[in-house]
């Protein structure tokens, strides 16, 4: 998940198949369900949370939380029709995976908004 101002973008993927997901969020609120609709377990975050949102995430959802700040832009994956904070979400869990995947990537499939 990335964040600017109140507006947060929130980029998923199911490794096993390559699907890859982006969207926009206008709250907290918002986000947090979104986040429990998609059973997530982990959350690959690309800003500084403050004090409540790692409390509401780490403690009451339960998410393992790992931090990225770094942005591929791939563009064969990251469409220019996304916003650029979407771009940003979607970038840094490219990135984050990666980095931490001990295996082939090639079959992950273009970013669908």
Same mark, same amino acid.
């Given at each position: 998940?990335?964040?600017?101002?109140?507006?947060?973008?929130?980029?998923?993927? *199911?490794?096993?198949?390559?699907?890859?997901?982006?969207?926009? !969020? *206008?709250?907290?609120?918002?986000?947090?369900?979104?986040?429990?609709? !998609?059973?997530?377990?982990?959350?690959?975050?690309?800003?500084?949370?403050? +004090?409540?949102?790692?409390?509401?995430?780490?403690?009451?959802?339960?998410?393992?939380?790992?931090?990225? =700040?770094?942005?591929? +832009?791939?563009?064969?994956?990251? =469409?220019?029709?996304?916003?650029?904070? +979407?771009?940003?979400?979607?970038?840094?869990?490219?990135?984050?995976?990666?980095?931490?995947?001990?295996?082939?990537?090639?079959?992950?499939?273009?970013?669908?908004?």
């Amino acid at each position: 998940i990335d964040r600017q101002g109140v507006q947060f973008a929130l980029s998923y993927m *199911d490794v096993s198949t390559g699907q890859f997901f982006v969207t926009s !969020l *206008d709250d907290f609120t918002s986000l947090c369900g979104e986040i429990r609709n !998609l059973r997530a377990r982990e959350l690959v975050i690309g800003y500084a949370l403050s +004090e409540e949102e790692e409390q509401i995430f780490s403690n009451q959802m339960n998410l393992l939380l790992s931090f990225e =700040d770094e942005v591929t +832009e791939d563009v064969q994956l990251i =469409d220019n029709s996304l916003t650029d904070l +979407e771009k940003a979400a979607a970038g840094k869990l490219l990135c984050y995976l990666h980095r931490t995947q001990m295996r082939d990537l090639s079959h992950l499939q273009k970013v669908v908004h």
